[in-house]
């Protein structure tokens, strides 16, 4: 059974279930790429991904890069009760973060004190709606890296 | 299509098990007691129903159903997805059965032991979409998932906690009425609601909805056969359904304006085929698994402005006696969160005047299901 399909990762954190339409994003995130499904007819970008495009209905799209960089459309700081391997970074945020190249398309995401650092690391006095992020990518097996973010433009 | 549904049938019997965080009944059980209950107020036999409609949600299926109270023939029977989007759905597909022809007596009903059951969104099991968008950085629950909207809502309109404490006090002070609501005997203090924990910010105990063990039903049939029913008929004046264009479900993330709901949509069909609007209902049952969808259920009804949801709630206008009295019962935050079905019974009390928070001559009443989610609502009409 692929690691996907078991319940949680080592750390008690849920992998991506991910399916056909979804997984072209999770292979790029694995290479350390941020790319969005867009529409090879009238090349709007998508989130998320889906078989045909809902304004010219072409079924033919490319994965686009996208530069990482966003800001916070919003966020909340969750608290327990959580699924165990959750509760045991709570308190810790979560944010909406809304694409600079793609407005409209926002990704859920943790804002991180440090790359690689975990979920609830950043003081959440420092988050704002509005607030410039980037990408970074924590791995979390050979397969499977989390695009995650960063507060700051550099 | 339109002046065929309107008023053309009636809700005449109103029916409900005790809520409470624990019953010993199962599901079934609860489903039939609150059905057979619906239909003696009604004083219709069981061997009468000919329809049904539920929740996809709902576990007694209909053959378990039928067979247990002794329905008759089930000519049409139908079920809504969507949780609490589909408890108004319910009554719209019952209308439109009977109003073509394919029914004559229809129960809608929801059991449910939320209560004592597990938690949905503890398991590990995910669906593969929107959950891997979402569920592997902690947006687990739904409460968390409302929580990143009602921010964004209060940022962008100013409103404030205080404003979300309304909606929590009135609710409060409503079930505080009511002896079947679970928090009859519980008073909340605004002190109380600001100092409560955290569940997932800016949401707080206090802003999400009961855990509770009930069932509810009600009874449907023409306005012709009601008005030999030996209740006031509860006409169903309007019905909709609603699900928005590039609508995500409770993560509506990825369209343009994720603030403007299924409420928005579900208010237009209403709206376009009733004979009255926002400013002349005198009580509304808003369904509210979490206190902020209550102002931006006010703004998608038109009971405001887009952006005033928050600013509404002041000066107690959700309380008896307000601007709008609002989910006089104690709605899903105070009285008992049944998948909002315990909205529509309430809303039946109101327009026969038999309310414990009975808004003086009521004779018109909105009643929403979910909002955040493919959502539907009834305006109810004495
Ligand atoms: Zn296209």
């Known amino acids: 059974m692929p690691s996907i399909m078991r319940g949680t990762t080592d750390n008690g954190l849920l992998p991506p279930v991910t399916d056909q339409d979804g997984a072209p994003f999770w292979d790029y995130a694995a290479r350390g790429e941020l790319r969005i499904q867009t529409c090879a007819g009238c090349r709007t970008p998508r989130f998320p991904p889906r078989p045909c495009c809902p304004y010219c209905q072409s079924f033919a799209h490319r994965w686009q890069k996208v530069s990482g960089r966003g800001h916070i459309w919003s966020f909340v700081i969750a608290h327990p009760p959580l699924l165990e391997g959750y509760a045991q970074l709570a308190p810790y945020n979560v944010a909406l973060i809304e694409l600079l190249d793609a407005p409209g398309i926002r990704l859920v995401g943790n804002v991180l004190a440090a790359p690689d650092a975990p979920p609830g690391s950043l003081d959440p006095a420092r988050l704002a709606i509005g607030a410039a992020v980037r990408v970074t990518f924590t791995r979390v097996s050979a397969r499977l890296a989390l695009p995650q973010w960063l507060l700051g433009t550099s | ?382």
Not at chain 2, 89 to 117: E, P, Y
Not at chain 2, 221 to 232: F, K, N, P, Y
Not at chain 2, 268 to 276: H, I, P, S, V
Request: hydrophobic share 40%.
């Open chain 2, 1 to 382: 299509m339109a002046a065929a549904l309107k008023d053309a049938t009636a809700i005449v019997g109103i029916g409900q098990t005790p809520f409470a965080r624990q019953l010993p009944d199962s599901e079934k059980t609860l489903a039939c007691r609150a059905v057979l209950a619906a239909l003696d107020d009604a004083g219709i036999a069981p061997s009468e129903v000919d329809a049904l409609a539920s929740y996809t949600m709902e576990e007694t299926d209909e053959v378990e159903l039928a067979k247990a109270i002794g329905a008759g023939d089930i000519t049409h029977f139908s079920r809504v997805g969507f949780g609490g989007g589909g408890s108004c759905a319910t009554l719209a597909h019952l209308a439109m059965a009977i109003t073509t022809g394919q029914a004559r007596v229809g129960v809608a009903w929801r059991s449910r032991k939320r209560g004592s059951g597990p938690r949905p969104w503890r398991g590990s099991v995910q669906l593969p979409t929107p959950a891997q968008w979402t569920r592997p950085y902690g947006l687990l629950r739904p409460v968390d998932e409302i929580a990143m909207l009602a921010r964004r809502y209060l940022h962008r309109y100013g409103g404030t906690r205080e404003h979300l404490c309304n909606v929590a006090l009135a609710c409060r002070r409503h079930a505080n009425r009511n002896p079947a609501a679970v928090m009859y005997h519980r008073p909340l203090t605004r002190e109380a609601y600001l100092a409560a924990r955290w569940i997932s910010e800016p949401l707080c105990l206090y802003d999400n909805c009961l855990e509770t063990d009930g069932a509810l039903a009600c009874v449907l049939v023409s306005a012709e056969r009601a008005r030999d029913c030996r209740h006031t008929p509860v006409h169903l004046h309007s019905a909709a359904q609603a699900l928005p264009a590039q609508h995500h479900g409770m993560v509506n993330y990825w369209n343009d304006d994720p603030l403007t709901g299924p409420s928005w949509t579900a208010a237009r069909q209403l709206w376009k085929t009733a004979d009255f609007g926002p400013a002349d209902v005198d009580v509304a049952q808003i369904y509210d698994a979490f206190t902020p969808l209550i102002p931006l259920s006010l703004e998608g009804y038109g009971f405001c402005a887009r952006g005033e949801g928050a600013a509404f709630t002041e000066d107690r206008a959700l309380e008896l006696g307000g601007r709008l009295p609002v989910n006089t019962s104690g709605g899903g935050l105070s009285e008992a969160y049944v998948h909002g079905f315990n909205l529509i019974n309430e809303g039946v009390r109101q327009l026969r005047g038999t309310s414990t928070a009975q808004v003086p001559g009521a004779r018109t009443c909105l009643v929403t299901a979910g909002e955040g989610v493919p959502t539907s609502a009834v305006l109810l009409r004495s």
